[in-house]
């Protein structure tokens, strides 16, 4: 009889000591995911800090901040570019006519591009504008000098300009002869690099 209720003791110690146990294990694993859980929200927190930072950064965030591209801009968006230019990483050497190079071209060519069912017409243009790759005026201006005076880019039409000097300045040169001097260089972007030109480039008519 002492025996039995030794055993009986024994097997309700064992199993209190088994439920404790198996309660420390469970909020130790509570207590785990709730620290995963937590660190990964502070990850994608972090993550999406960053990303809104990045593309407050990016060459269509600059180029909108800037009175001076307003034109481009809003030429960016007509063609449904800005995302790109938002989003995509990269990196992009973009050409950006100023206001005053829009106003050079005749108005009539404007209001054509900027017709919505123009739109792939316009992305053209402004594709012609664009490198696909980060190119600072110092690296262009070596370039040029390793070219015996020009150096040819590939744009995001998969056509080319040509960039060449004039005594200090840089132009560049669209496939239909007319030219564009870079007035302002160097303004940098998350996803790439901007350059200011005086003219709108054109490539050749098909």
């Known amino acids: 009889m002492k025996i039995s209720k030794i055993l009986v003791i024994l097997f309700l110690g064992f199993f209190v000591f088994t439920s404790c146990e198996d309660g420390k294990k469970k909020a130790e694993e509570e207590k785990e995911s709730l620290e995963r859980q937590e660190a990964e929200r502070a990850a994608e927190l972090q993550a999406e800090e960053e990303?809104?930072?990045?593309?407050?950064?990016?060459?269509?965030?600059?180029?909108?901040?800037?009175?001076?591209?307003?034109s481009f801009s809003g030429a960016l968006q007509n063609a449904e570019l800005a995302?790109?230019?938002?989003?995509?990483?990269?990196?992009?050497?973009?050409?950006?006519p100023t206001n005053e190079a829009?106003?050079?071209?005749?108005?009539?060519?404007?209001?054509?591009?900027?017709?919505?069912?123009?739109?792939?017409?316009?992305?053209?243009?402004?594709?012609?504008?664009?490198?696909?790759?980060?190119?600072?005026?110092?690296?262009?201006?070596?370039?040029?000098?390793?070219?015996?005076?020009?150096?040819?880019?590939?744009?995001?039409?998969?056509?080319?300009?040509?960039?060449?000097?004039?005594?200090?300045?840089?132009?560049?040169?669209?496939e239909n002869g007319n030219t564009a001097k870079i007035t302002k260089t160097d303004?940098?972007?998350?996803?790439?690099?901007?350059h200011q030109i005086d003219g709108v480039v054109m490539r050749k008519k098909s």
């Not at 995302?83 to 950006?96: L, N, V, W």
């Not at 303004?187 to 901007?194: F, P, T």
């Open 51 to 70: 990303r809104m930072e990045w593309e407050a950064n990016s060459i269509a965030a600059k180029t909108m901040e800037d009175d001076s591209l307003s």
């Open 83 to 96: 995302q790109t230019f938002t989003e995509e990483e990269g990196p992009y050497t973009i050409f950006a």
């Open 102 to 174: 829009f106003e050079k071209v005749d108005q009539a060519i404007l209001d054509t591009l900027m017709k919505s069912e123009n739109r792939e017409m316009l992305s053209d243009v402004l594709k012609y504008h664009v490198v696909e790759d980060e190119i600072t005026a110092k690296e262009l201006s070596e370039r040029i000098d390793e070219g015996n005076g020009e150096y040819s880019l590939t744009t995001l039409t998969g056509t080319s300009l040509t960039a060449l000097k004039s005594g200090d300045d840089i132009l560049l040169k669209g």
């Open 187 to 194: 303004l940098e972007a998350s996803n790439g690099v901007i």
